[in-house]
Every structure is written in C-alpha cells, then in structure tokens.
C-alpha cells in the first residue's frame, strides 16, 4: 500500500499498488504530452529558420557557379577572338606576299620589255625564257596561295566547329548546373537533408553517430538482424541510467526509391512496425519515411500516430536527431517514477515467488508424501504375505513334528516278542543267540 497526501485539503489516503501505477502512468503521460508539444514547436521554430538559411546559402552558391560560369564563357569568347585575329593576320600576310610577287612579275616584265626595245635577240630569248619561268613562278604562286586560303578556309571552319562544341558543352553544362540547383532546391523544399550518394539507413547511422553518439556514447543503436519471428526492423535504440532501462525505439526507414512502380503510402507499413516493436519489447515505434513526399501533413513536422498505435510517430529524416533528444529528454524526466514502478513490481514479483515456492513446496512434500504412503504401504503388503507364509510354513513343521513324535512312538513300542511273534524262525535264532552267548537275555515283560 502506498500513502497519498492531497495537495488542497492535506488529507492522507492509502492506495494499492495498481492505483498507484495507474497514477503514476497519468503524471507521465500529461508531462509527456506537454513536454512533446512544446519541443515539436520549438522543432518548428529551428526548422523554419534553417530551411531559410539553407535557402539563401543555396541561393548564394548558385549565384558563384553563374559568376564562375560567366567568367569561363567571357575567357572562351576572348579565345575566339584571338583565334579569328589570327586567321585574318594570316590572310593578310598572304595578300602582302601575293602582291609582292606581283610586283616582282611587273618588275621583270619591264625589264624584259627593255631589252626588246632595244633590239637585241639574245635578250628576246631570255626574255622569253624568264617569262616562262614566271609565269611557271606565278602559277606556283596561284597554287601555294590557293593552298593557302584552302588552309585558312579549313582552319576557320574548325574554329567555328570548336567553338560551337565549346558553346554546346558549356550550354549543356550550364544546363545541368541548372538541373542539379533545381534539385537541390526541390529536395531542400521537401525535406531539408541533402543525402547523395547515401541510402536513407547509411544517412540516419552517420547522423547518429555524428550528433547522438558523442553525447550518449553508452546508447545501444544496431541494426536490428533478428528475424527469428518471420519480420525484422531496420534499427534499435535503448539506452540505460544506473543500470535502468528508460527508453528504446524500434526505426523502419522507408525511402521513396526503395518502393515499386506502386506508390506506397506511410500507414502501408505501421502494423509491420508496430509488430516488430512488440516482439522486441520497445516503447516507441518511429517511421522514418520520405514516402509522400509531396503531403503536406508529414512535410510539416513530427506526425503523431498514437490513435493508430500506441507510442508511434512518422517523421522526416531532418528530423531524426531533434527527436531522438526529444523522446531522450521526456523520458528521463520519468526515470524516477519508472525506477519506483520496478521497484514495486520486484516486490510484488518477491511476494508472487515465495507464494510460488511455497506452492511448489506443498507439491513437492505431497507428493513425496503420497509416494512414502504407497511404498510404506506395499511393505506392510509384503510383511503380511511373508507372515502368511510363515505361517504356513509353521503349520507345516508342526505337521511334520506330530508325524515325528508318532514315528519315536512306534519306535520305542517295537519289541523282540512284537518282532518275533508268529515268526517261529526268528524266535529260534534269538534263543540259540542267547543260549550261546549267554549275554542277552529277553527282557522280562518278553519271557513266555
């Protein structure tokens, strides 16, 4: 019994131990609720101003990569200007060396003209040789320069085809840059954690042991690989104070890439949780989901699914850890009434026990009893069926002494004469024997 004293007219009152447990679970459970209620808000407060945050920094990135990308397009539109001074510097060499040659051609053809006018032959001669091997050198000169501008033709077509490679590659770069901020904003919208690269189990262990294992570095947080029922969790949580254990949590962690072409839904997979909370004797049962991404009831914070189940939440993994120290914080706060409450149930448990050994005594000495009964018994049996045959034995030696005893008497009743009578012969022998011998003489009741 336990002795209760009321706060407003001071009164003193007994209660077993159940209604004491019943109100201890109530105080829990009204401290619980409020203490749940004005974390889940300040959650709210601290997630609202690190979505902005994350925004803006987001924002500021994105802004850096245009800057950046703006700078490399300006250094790739100065390269190809320089490429195109280049080919009309080459363009105009090649001019400036035609016209050279021309002038080289008019100069001989004059000289050559000279000569002819003055008459010589000779001179006629080389002068017609020197203009076929100009007009030989001109034609060289029309061939190396339409090899020329065929090279500048070829050379400014494969500028224009590297820049527009150039101009396309940094079109479709920019593109995905553009992809992946789009992403990234979309995911900071839906959820507030970037996990790339990582599944959603590998991302809850690394923030587990990031922000949780420093602070708890005795907390148990495994995966859960005990399938011995047919079903399994994804993760377990306990933790322990002065060897009492005061809170553990079953974690199903469900992500949208890990379902079918079927879109499944978060209460799809409560009842599973709450099994697999019960045959690994947890207190809370958490789902950590990105299922529904686009329902604005689970974007909005911690849901609370205790009218489904008892002690069951579903949230976000953004909020993995603020939860973990919030159920931690709540339930220390009941470690006391939960110690009184082992405390009173060990007593209760001591007192169920020695009624139990005494149960089991009373067993055990009866049936002790009931087999020293049946044994005493079956000697008393067998004591009476030896008697029986020692009294049979008994009748028979007294028998048997009778038939002796009547035996000695026709013994000591055999005489010479009862031995002899009607027996003429052997009468005869007896008397010679005794005439001879003269040591034996019949007895006198014998004599005739």
């Known amino acids: ?63 850096a990569q245009l800057s950046r990308k703006d700078v490399e397009l300006g250094a790739k539109d100065a390269e190809i200007a320089r490429l195109k001074g280049e080919l009309e510097s080459v363009e105009a060499q090649k ?11 008019d100069k001989t053809i004059a000289s050559l003209n000279a000569a002819v006018e003055k008459g010589e032959a000779k001179l006629q001669l080389a002068v017609m040789e020197e203009k076929a091997k100009a007009q030989q050198a001109i034609q060289a000169r029309e061939a190396k320069i339409t090899q020329l501008k065929t090279d500048a033709e070829l050379e400014k077509r494969e500028a224009k085809i590297h820049e527009d490679a150039l101009v396309k590659r940094h079109a479709e770069e920019l593109r995905m840059k553009q992809e992946q901020v789009d992403y990234y904003k979309d995911l900071k919208t839906r959820m507030s954690t970037k996990m790339v690269g990582e599944t959603l189990e590998q991302h809850c262990s690394i923030e587990f042991e990031q922000y949780i294992r420093p602070m708890m570095p005795q907390a148990y947080f495994e995966k859960d690989n005990d399938a011995a029922d ?43 949780l709450n099994d697999d909370r019960n045959k690994k004797g947890c207190e809370f049962a958490v789902l950590v989901s990105l299922l529904e991404s686009d329902n604005d009831l689970y974007n909005s914070g911690i849901v609370n699914k205790s009218h489904v189940y008892p002690k069951m939440y579903v949230i976000r993994p953004q909020f993995f850890v603020p939860f973990i120290n919030l159920l931690v914080q709540t339930s220390k706060k009941s470690l006391e009434y939960k110690k009184q ?21 009373k067993e055990r000495f009866g049936r002790n009893f009931r087999l020293a009964s049946e044994r005493f018994q079956s000697a008393i049996d067998e004591i ?3 008697i029986a045959h020692l009294q049979k034995v008994r009748t028979a030696l007294v028998g048997s002494e009778d038939n002796l005893r009547k035996a000695n008497d026709k013994a000591e009743a055999l005489t010479i004469r009862k031995l002899t009578y009607k027996n003429p012969t052997m009468k005869a022998k007896f008397e010679e024997a005794r005439k001879a011998g003269g040591a034996y003489e019949l007895p006198a009741e014998e004599v005739e």
């Open 341 to 361: 409450l082992i405390l009173a149930q060990s007593k209760e448990v001591d007192v169920t026990n020695f009624e139990n050994q005494l149960e089991d005594f």
């Open 1 to 63: 019994m336990k002795s209760l004293k009321c706060p407003k007219c001071g009164n003193v009152f007994q209660v077993d131990e159940a209604d004491y447990a019943s109100i201890v679970s109530q105080v829990r459970n009204k401290e619980f609720d409020a203490e749940l209620s004005r974390r889940v808000a300040e959650l709210h407060e601290r997630q609202k101003t690190e979505q902005e945050l994350a925004t803006a920094k987001t924002e500021k990135t994105f802004q």
């Open 95 to 105: 001019k400036t060396e035609l016209l050279a040659a021309l002038a080289e051609k």
């Open 230 to 272: 047919g079903t399994k969790g994804d993760f377990i949580f306990r933790d322990y104070e002065d060897g009492t254990e005061y809170i553990s949590i079953m974690f199903e962690m469900k992500n949208e890439m890990d379902t079918t072409a079927t879109k499944h839904k978060n209460d799809d997979f409560l009842k599973k």
């Open 384 to 386: 009476d069926k030896t």
